[in-house]
């Protein structure tokens, strides 16, 4: 099939900070003509692409959003009129940014295309909490997982076997979370780290137990990221 004549770029926007985008991902935003951006994207971000048309496409976890389908086309389309097209998303496009569906219909539709990774929030999450995800000694394996599904998609309720675990968008999903860890016999004391907002001028971090993560949270305004493993138990601090 002839590739179209616009090439699109799928950006990494990062955690929420406009200063947390890479070089790279700034240089082409700086270029873009138009960009078809998420909703977590932050009016900071937008502004590193004044010259561009831009285009919301939602993606919202847990809130009505524009459908996969449609956005495919629009990426389509904006890649028949424009030279630049940027596809900007939260974190990195290639964690849970359904980054695939996207790649499928410009493969299909012989679009040219090039991925700008981006910091994912669990990256970013761990530097605000001053955690690190691996220890010596304590946590040398680290899984990154959501329960988070599309409308008609049964939810997966596998927790990982790992060190240290991430969950993406786990605000709804903390009480379930912290059940099913329980009845696999993890402690009801160890540690939790919930941030919400991570990154931006909102940011919020909540240092818990499983125990108290089965009791649930409160309402978020912004996106949730849920770190639990003994990694993430605070350091003895000098006297």
């Not at 971000?45 to 449609?70: D, F, N, T, W, Y």
């Not at 700008?116 to 680290?142: E, F, H, N, Y």
């Not at 997966?156 to 979370?177: F, H, N, S, V």
Request: charged letters at 20%; aromatic letters at 4%.
């Amino acid at each position: 099939m002839q590739k179209a004549g616009g090439k699109v770029y799928l950006i990494g926007a990062g955690p929420g900070a406009a200063d947390l985008i890479t070089v790279r991902g700034a240089r082409i935003l700086a270029q873009a003509e138009v960009v078809l951006h998420d909703a977590l994207v932050t009016s900071d971000m937008l502004e590193l692409c004044p010259q561009a048309v831009k285009i919301s496409v939602g993606k919202r976890s847990g809130q009505r959003s524009a459908a996969q389908s449609h956005i495919n086309e629009q990426i389509l389309s904006c890649a028949q009129q424009y030279g630049i097209v940027v596809r900007l998303k939260g974190g990195d496009p290639m964690l849970f940014g359904r980054a695939d569906e996207e790649l499928v219909a410009m493969e299909q539709a012989g679009i040219r295309y090039a991925i700008v990774p981006g910091i994912t929030t669990a990256v970013a999450a761990a530097a605000s909490a001053r955690q690190p995800l691996t220890k010596r000694g304590i946590a040398r394996s680290v899984a990154f997982f959501t329960s988070s599904t599309a409308p008609g998609e049964n939810a997966d309720t596998r927790i990982p076997d790992c060190d240290t675990l991430i969950q993406y968008m786990g605000g709804k999903e903390a009480t379930l979370t912290a059940q099913r860890l329980l009845g696999l016999g993890y402690a009801v004391d160890l540690p939790v780290i919930v941030i919400e907002n991570c990154s931006r001028s909102n940011e919020r971090i909540l240092r818990l137990n499983l125990g108290d993560l089965e009791q649930g949270l409160s309402a978020s305004e912004g996106p949730v990221l849920v770190m639990i493993g003994e990694a993430m138990r605070a350091r003895k601090q000098p006297s």
